[in-house]
């Protein structure tokens, strides 16, 4: 079989997971294009150790360690993902611009619309601490308890 | 030999078209199932490759494991089911030029370092799992261990990262209003 064969079925899958990442705005979407090109990337490894066809296995080890990888990569941004739809309800990556570069705007105007209730870096960007107690109006505060464990109610137990 | 090939070039066929389907499909739980054709059309590629160990974990870790983890994360995020109309940037022209781009600087690479070699399937030993656990655990253990480490990190991290303050947030039942006006984006 001539080696051209999976080194370019591996570029055009690897092409449309860039296009897949670039394209997308569902965030989960863009962790499948990832995907796709982390498997083109093992197509090409495969086929060049079979090629090459070493006594290490080079190709088809690095192809598992990849893999492994991918698996693990794909628990932490899915992680994130989550984190992100907790905090703002929705996995939009072109509304996520939090980090974006504007000249000269503050932080009250460059967050625009997207700023929701309970935008848990707000309280970062304020100096104010998130964990503790100040904007606390006192309900909720038996289960708070289990979390603190310098809460004096806690402590004599 | 020949059938062979027509065999990779028909999966290789299949791979492509679905991946296209999965980055252009206005539903996100088809993308998620036709990543699961894609994954199953490159484990074949694999087998015909002779790589018959990391066909089968590909079929277990990425079909089994990884695509189940996407379709959690789709229902979790409330993804809708019916067909979403701005799944895809406004730019994605240019998303296509860069894609076509790379497609074409790689593949004249490839084309024009590697054309005319030829994979000698009957010739290369399988490697199935005597041949892969013996290279893992003689000549690759180093990495073997370090990636234990990294999984230990990864999975210490992902714990972390969706319990932080999760519990905070849904004590003050903050979500419950936010939920419900634009989950679907």
Same mark, same amino acid.
């Given at each position: ?157 | ?63 089994? =494991? *990884?695509? +189940?983890?996407? $379709?959690?994360?789709?229902? /979790? ?6 067909? &979403?109309? @701005? !799944? ?10 860069? =894609? *076509?781009? +790379?497609?074409? $600087?790689?593949?004249?690479? /490839? ?6 070699? &030829?994979? @000698? !399937? ?13 290279? +893992? ?17 990864? !999975? ?30």
């Amino acid at each position: 079989m001539p080696l051209l064969y999976p080194l370019l079925v591996s570029t055009l899958l690897f092409a449309i997971g860039v296009y897949g990442v670039l394209a997308r705005r569902n965030a989960i979407l863009v962790l499948m294009g990832v995907e796709l090109m982390l498997n083109a990337v093992n197509l090409n490894l495969v086929a060049f150790d079979t090629w090459h066809g070493d006594g290490l296995r080079s190709g088809q080890v690095l192809t598992l360690f990849v893999i492994t990888i991918a698996a693990a990569e794909i628990g932490l941004g899915l992680a994130i993902v989550l984190r992100l739809f907790r905090v703002r309800a929705h996995v939009d990556v072109d509304r996520v611009r939090d980090l974006a570069d504007r000249d000269g705007a503050g932080p009250e105007t460059g967050a625009g619309p997207e700023v929701e209730i309970g935008d848990e870096w707000a309280g970062d960007r304020t100096g104010e601490p998130v964990d503790g107690s100040a904007g606390r109006t006192g309900d909720g505060e038996s289960v708070e308890e289990a979390d603190r464990p310098t809460q004096p109610a806690r402590s004599g137990g | 030999m020949t059938a062979v090939r027509v065999l990779f070039l028909l999966l290789g066929v299949v791979a492509v078209g679905s991946a296209l389907l999965v980055v252009t499909t206005r539903r996100v739980v088809h993308a998620a199932l036709w990543l699961v054709v894609t994954l199953g059309a490159l484990a074949g590629c694999y087998l015909l490759l002779t790589a018959e160990l990391v066909a089968w974990v590909q079929v277990l870790i990425y079909v089994g =494991a *990884v695509v +189940v983890l996407l $379709v959690f994360a789709l229902m /979790l995020t409330r993804s809708p089911t019916a067909p &979403v109309a @701005d !799944l895809t940037t406004a730019n994605a022209w240019f998303a296509g030029i860069v =894609a *076509v781009a +790379v497609a074409g $600087v790689v593949g004249t690479t /490839l084309v024009a370092g590697f054309r005319g070699e &030829v994979i @000698d !399937l009957a010739g290369a030993s399988i490697g199935g799992a005597e041949a892969i656990g013996t290279a +893992v655990f003689a000549t690759w253990v180093l990495p073997f261990e370090v990636l234990s480490v990294l999984l230990l990190a990864a !999975l210490v991290g992902a714990i972390v990262l969706s319990t932080a303050r999760a519990r905070r947030r849904d004590r003050e039942g903050i979500h419950d209003g936010v939920h419900d006006g634009e989950g679907s984006g």
